[in-house]
Each structure stands twice: as C-alpha cells, then as structure tokens.
C-alpha cells in the first residue's frame, strides 16, 4: 500500500530526536506534519498518555495491539511490538496478540483487557456492562478509566494511520520472535 498524504518535510532537530529514539523517523509524524499545528498537539498528546501509570503498561500495550489487529493497522502492531521489547514486556505473549483468543499464553486479565479493546473498537461498541464492571473490580476506576482512553487513543492512532496508507516501518525486525497473523475473521481486516 502506498501512503495517501504525502510526507512533509519535519523540522531537523525533531528528525534528529525521533532518528536518536526510534532509529528511524515514524511515517505517522511526516505525513501529520503536513499540519504542524495537530502534529505538535498529537506529539504532546502522545507524550502525556505515555506518563499515565494507573493502569498496568503491560495491559495497555497487548490493548493498543489488539486494537491495531482488529482495525489492520500493522504500524501500529509493529511500532508496540517494538515498545513491547523495549519496556522489557513478555515478547511470546506480544507476539500473540493478533491471536489472542486461540493463543494459550494470556492470564484472564489480559484476555478481559483485550476483549474489552476489541469491544470498544466494533462500530458501534459492543462493551457490556458484565465485561466493564470486571474490569472495574480488576483495576479499579482510575485504571479502567485510563485504559479505556488509552484504548479510545490507539483507535485514533490505528485509524489515522490505515487511512492515510501508513504500514509497518520494520521496527518489530529488532525482535527475535515474528509476530502471529490475525486469524482471517468475515468483515474483519487483517492485520498482516
């Protein structure tokens, strides 16, 4: 797929940083910085959503990938598998989630959380008042308000990105374990 909004030219020393941290400068940040208005405003967005700690870092990442599964967004599954590797996150599960419900290796939280991202994701939602209040006794308001726009944020991310033609940059080729295709799901995108 080629990118539908071509690439805008970022400021050197913002390329300079994203090249320091990432190894390369994201494709989201060029073609959003053909407004550099809202892209400065996502970048600051971005950077507070990755301050908030009342919910499990863990949990929130297999939830953006989740997301990125369900939505077809392989930036976004490429991008936190690599943030996954990073934050020291357990790569055999990260590697499951585009295969969750067949996968063996999630806990029942885990399973809750990414059930939950796939929830809030269908259009309409499909969130239950059984699966919301799990949570709500699992995590407890601050955590499940967290997640939920956390999750509300990977589904900006996610839709953005496939809807501008943005894929997967090879951020995940640093990592030794490949990620698993979505199983094929009818009316479902893959995320391969």
């Not at 989201?28 to 959503?49: D, I, R, Y």
């Not at 949990?59 to 490429?78: I, N, P």
């Not at 063996?104 to 059984?130: G, I, S």
């Not at 589904?155 to 496939?162: F, P």
Request: glycine share 4%.
């Amino acid at each position: 797929m080629a990118l539908r909004v071509p690439k805008a030219e970022l400021p050197a020393e913002l390329r300079q940083n994203l090249i320091k941290q990432l190894g390369s400068v994201p494709e989201p940040n060029e073609v959003l910085w053909n407004n550099p208005k809202l892209a400065e405003a996502n970048q600051e967005f971005s950077a507070k959503v990755a301050t908030w700690d009342a919910a499990d870092t863990s949990l929130k990442t297999f939830a953006h990938m989740a997301v990125a599964a369900q939505v077809g967004c392989s930036w976004c599954l490429d991008i936190n598998y690599f943030a996954a590797l990073n934050q020291n996150l357990d790569l055999t599960k990260a590697s499951q989630v585009p295969r969750w419900r067949e996968s063996q290796v999630f806990t029942p939280l885990e399973r809750e959380v990414m059930e939950y991202a796939e929830a809030m994701t269908n259009t309409p939602t499909t969130v239950t008042d059984d699966l919301s209040a799990s949570l709500l006794d699992r995590l407890g308001p601050a955590a499940l308000v967290e997640l939920t726009v956390f999750i509300g944020f990977a589904n900006l991310a996610a839709r953005c990105n496939t809807a501008h033609g943005i894929t997967s940059q090879g951020y995940s080729d640093a990592c030794e374990i490949p990620l698993a295709a979505r199983p094929q799901t009818p009316g479902v995108a893959s995320a391969s």
